[in-house]
């Protein structure tokens, strides 16, 4: 009995450790399997992960590509929205708010189709009414005024009756000229030495009197006339029988330049005398090149000099300005601090600038500095009326406002919303503390006044004659026509009559022997 349990225990035993062989083997089957599986896994993984990995750096370099296009896209919207501001506010320009003359004004304010007649730059319509102010003196032609120039011997009466002589009359005056050709016969003798002097004015045997070739340069200079048409005119005057050609028009005026030379003289030495100097300068063309015509203006006296250029050595070889040693008011042209002893800057054209930085900014503070500039102007043209000037304490008070304002504009240039309209207007700002002094010199000193306007006032001649004649041909032309204008032009300041002068001018006369 004890031998049959022990064969069932010992068989036991094998069936128990044959299971746990087939248990075994199926577990090292069952760990192969997994670790098939999981290679399998690890491989299709990795080539998944490879696949992640690649999607992954196309993403990336996609993604660096359409962030550079991007900044790419946001710097070009940049620059065509300050293309845009800027090209806007050029379209915006008028002769109001810049240096454009108001020539170049195609239409008027807002809400206007056209530029109204007579609206020029700055000017703002007041209250009163149209025509002749009170206290403005009349120019109307009066009996008394006839009489008193009959008298003196300045006309030359004429009676025409109209009517019956015996019965009572009213007279009217009727101021006219009487236009005849003449000719007068020069009769040149023989000295005791049997010699003939002759001036050089006649060495043709029929030459132009004074009256034609003053109304030739009084025509070329005033009235900005071309020598053919000169011509026309005064051969009209007389009915074609007197028949002078643009060639003799020419020659007239090219003489008269020559003997203007003792007039610039003397008109260099009153402008390098005066203290102060006002200066502008303009383009015309010559053989279709830009140049420019500089003027030097007192109230006294005008001098033109034509310039290749608005460098310093162009103004230290064509104008008196190097020798010059007073105070000089010009526009914002740097290159005149290069000469006189102090500056005055135009304050017209920092209005204009300021009146443009409101529209493209929408700031206040241009506003504001408008006021004040306007407001001591108006200050200092009724203490002058008064015989007063400003105190110390009032000028240090204006100071501070145009300090304050100055202020707030930096301030409120930093949330100016239009690129280009900051930076214009960050440069303005930057101007008008650098040239403080030079733009509220007016207040400081009574002789300066607020604008250059006299000197761009004597320069519109210049203008007119461009868009009259296109320019000129030669520069020996235009520094005829600047000798001329200085001549005629400074005669009407200081009251002479001009017609007289010029024939003054033309009777100067050089001799020679026949």
Known sequence: ??????????????????????????????????????????????????????EIRDLKTENKALRKELSEVKSENKTLRNENSKLRSHLNNDSSNSSLPPSTDQKGNKGQKHKKANEYNGRTKSKKNVGGQDGHVGTTLSASYVKEKINSGELERQIVDIGDKDLKYVTRYVLDYEIKPIVKELRFHADEKGRIKIPNEYKNEVTYGEIIRSICVHLYSEGVVANERIGEFVNALCDGVIKISSGSVYNTIKSFA??????????????????????????????????????????????????????????????????????????????????????????????????????????????????????????????????????????????????????????????????????????????????????????????????????????????????????????????????????IETAKRKGEKIFDKIKQILQRKSVVTA
Not at 6 to 28: G, I, P, S, Y
């Open 258 to 487: 020559k003997k203007c030379e003792q007039e610039i003289e003397e008109i260099e030495k009153e402008l390098l005398r005066s203290e102060v100097l006002y200066t502008d300068a303009t383009v015309v063309t010559v053989n279709g090149k830009q140049t420019y015509i500089r003027n030097q203006s007192i109230e006294s006296a005008v001098l033109y000099n034509c310039m290749s250029s608005k460098s310093i050595e162009a103004i230290k070889n064509n104008t008196i300005l190097e020798a010059y040693n007073g105070i000089l008011v010009h526009d914002h042209e740097t290159a005149m601090y290069n000469f006189g002893a102090g500056h005055g800057e135009c304050n017209a054209h920092l209005l204009r600038y300021l009146k443009k930085n409101t529209e493209e900014s929408n700031n206040k503070w241009s506003r504001e500095m408008t006021d004040l500039l306007v407001e001591m102007n108006n200050a200092k043209k009724e203490k002058t009326a008064a015989g007063e000037w400003f105190t110390p304490e009032e000028i240090a008070a204006y100071e501070k406002r145009y300090d304050k304002i100055i202020r707030k504009g930096y301030r409120e240039n930093k949330n100016t919303s239009s690129q280009y309209a900051k930076e214009e207007e960050y440069t303005l700002l930057n101007r008008i503390v650098k040239y403080k002094e030079n733009h509220l010199l007016f207040i400081h000193d009574n002789r300066i006044k607020f604008d250059n306007n006299m000197s761009e006032r004597d320069l519109r001649k210049c203008k007119n004659r461009q868009k009259m004649a296109g320019g000129f041909r030669k520069t020996s032309g235009q520094e005829m026509y600047c000798k001329i204008i200085s001549v």
């Open 1 to 54: 009995m004890g031998g049959n349990y022990e064969r069932d225990v010992f068989k036991q035993l094998q069936e128990v450790m044959a299971r746990l062989d087939k248990t075994e083997q199926e577990v090292k089957d069952t760990k192969k399997s997994w670790k098939k599986e999981v290679k399998e896994i690890k491989a299709e993984f990795a080539v998944e992960r490879k696949a992640l990995k690649a």
